[in-house]
């Protein structure tokens, strides 16, 4: 007989002192195939991080005066809700086989095997061979060995099962299949092999490999000024249009074949089911991990991710609902190849839409500075979002300190005047401008523009007296107002 413990055995041992038929098995090592090297597909990636050189700050200052036309360097496109602008990375990992090997060009992803974390459980199946009904099933810890008996000199067949989580692993039925249901967006890794136990030290070396394809969605929402509620819902699909189809697909897997079957949609993520990425600015950042069983590619172009039900929560602790199931295109140059190992990764982020007056897209309420979100002793391109939009025109008195600024300042009480347009502060930045002084027209449009009405109106803290002009873009009923009101 053999059993697998978890001591330590030394080549030094004498091994007379071994009984024939018997032996230790210990597990040597758990790892798992992973590869963080993703390379860009379709295009530069812009992320918004703040200027990495002399030149690049001097270019950023240039860009944010008044008199500078230049304008954001993302893609900004239109939904019925919002604007949007996105990007998209993948990468690919060869055949497992391959995917070990070191490689000394830089232009291929490298693959690399690490220790699965010792808090994370995983589940071992031994089966001798010719039998169907496992001599061992259980649940181990990383560093953990079982606590199982076997014949030596005897072939047996492991199986073990892992969905990165420290608290379980999904069992197998009588016929070896893991259950969709337990596999339903999860990282799930899987390792098999077989081991003829000899009457001596004996060891296991567990390599996971990850069985489904990984899409990871970062949604932004600093550029419509609030943060990801708990019961939003995300999914991603494809299609042309408006048309969407849900690729995020589980299925039974059986370990004796190593493959899925029964294909099956899986539900959206929820926002309490996401990751923070930066906690200065906490759920208005937010990751989605998806995982799909499907691996069928998807053609250039015709990724999607929609917003089963946006929420956010505005700056006075309201909430924004936008219209349900909205879709956003994610741009990719290339066939996207959802094989099994890979991780793709897609920024989404939306941006407030404007209201369109005389040929020109203004904002829908005023401009405010709100220090506390400056997140550090002084602005910083990509990582503030202390210039801002009110969340509403529902008001009569606004603030001396954060809403009246004098021309060009960095601040509204600032006397550095004439130093920067803070309209193309607000992020991400260079999406919004001042009227340009060199083009009286962007002044005269206005004035000149007969469809407008004056009003007094009662609001919480008074009355407000306004001058509106009717918007001629799509009605969006996520904001209160769709006009133009100064």
């Known amino acids: 007989m053999s059993s697998i413990t978890a001591i330590s055995c030394s080549e030094k041992e004498n091994k007379e002192d071994l009984q024939v038929n018997k032996g230790n098995i210990a597990i040597r090592s758990v790892r798992f195939v992973n590869d963080e090297n993703v390379i860009n597909v379709g295009g530069t990636v812009k992320k918004g991080t703040a200027a990495t050189s002399q030149q690049d700050a001097a270019a950023l200052e240039a860009s944010m005066t008044f008199e500078s036309k230049v304008v954001s360097p993302l893609n900004i496109q239109s939904a019925a809700d919002f604007d949007f602008a996105t990007d998209m990375q993948t990468n690919a990992l060869g055949e497992p086989e391959n995917s070990l090997k070191a490689s000394t060009n830089s232009n291929k992803p490298r693959a690399a095997d690490i220790p699965l974390n010792q808090n994370k459980k995983f589940r071992l199946i031994f089966i001798k061979d010719g039998a169907s009904t496992p001599v061992y099933n259980g649940l181990l810890n990383a560093g953990q060995d079982p606590n199982l008996t076997v014949e030596a000199n005897a072939k047996y067949k492991w199986y073990a099962i892992s969905v990165?989580?420290?608290?379980?692993?999904?069992?197998?039925?009588?016929?070896?299949?893991?259950?969709?249901?337990?596999?339903?967006?999860?990282?799930?890794?899987?390792?098999?092999?077989?081991?003829?136990?000899?009457?001596?030290?004996?060891?296991?070396?567990?390599?996971?490999?990850?069985?489904?394809?990984?899409?990871?969605?970062?949604?932004?929402?600093?550029?419509?000024?609030?943060?990801?509620?708990?019961?939003?819902?995300?999914?991603?699909?494809?299609?042309?249009?408006?048309?969407?189809?849900?690729?995020?697909?589980?299925?039974?897997?059986?370990?004796?074949?190593?493959?899925?079957?029964?294909?099956?949609?899986?539900?959206?993520?929820?926002?309490?089911?996401?990751?923070?990425v930066d906690s200065r600015w906490g759920n208005a950042e937010k990751i989605a991990h998806f995982y799909t069983a499907n691996t069928s590619s998807i053609s250039a172009n015709n990724l999607r991710v929609r917003l089963d039900g946006l929420h956010i929560t505005l700056d006075d602790n309201s909430t924004r609902n936008f219209a349900a199931n909205s879709i956003v295109p994610i741009s990719h140059g290339s066939t996207l190849n959802l094989t099994k190992g890979t991780l793709s990764k897609t920024n989404v982020r939306l941006i407030e839409s404007g209201v369109s007056v005389s040929g020109l897209v203004w904002a829908r309420t005023n401009l405010v500075y709100d220090s506390e979100k400056l997140y550090g002793g002084s602005y910083t391109q990509g990582a503030s979002d202390a210039y801002r939009f009110r969340t509403d025109n529902n008001y009569s008195y606004p603030s001396i300190n954060t809403e009246y600024w004098n021309f060009g300042t960095t601040t509204p009480r600032g006397t550095d005047y004439r130093t920067v347009d803070q309209c193309k502060r607000v992020y991400p930045e260079l999406t919004w401008r001042s009227p340009l002084e060199s083009d009286p027209q962007e002044y005269t449009r206005l004035r000149n523009n007969t469809n407008r009405k004056t009003s007094i109106t009662r609001v919480p803290d008074g009355y407000r007296h306004t001058i509106t002009w009717t918007g001629t873009q799509a009605h969006n009923s996520a904001y209160p107002d769709n006009d133009l009101v100064l």
């Open 164 to 276: 990165n989580d420290p608290s379980t692993a999904p069992d197998i039925d009588g016929n070896g299949n893991i259950a969709g249901a337990d596999l339903a967006n999860k990282d799930f890794m899987f390792a098999s092999g077989e081991i003829t136990t000899q009457p001596e030290n004996n060891y296991l070396d567990i390599l996971f490999l990850r069985q489904m394809a990984a899409i990871e969605v970062k949604i932004n929402t600093r550029g419509i000024f609030g943060g990801i509620t708990d019961n939003s819902t995300f999914s991603v699909g494809k299609g042309t249009g408006t048309a969407f189809t849900n690729i995020i697909q589980t299925g039974d897997f059986s370990i004796f074949n190593a493959s899925f079957s029964n294909l099956q949609d899986v539900g959206p993520v929820n926002g309490s089911e996401m990751t923070v």
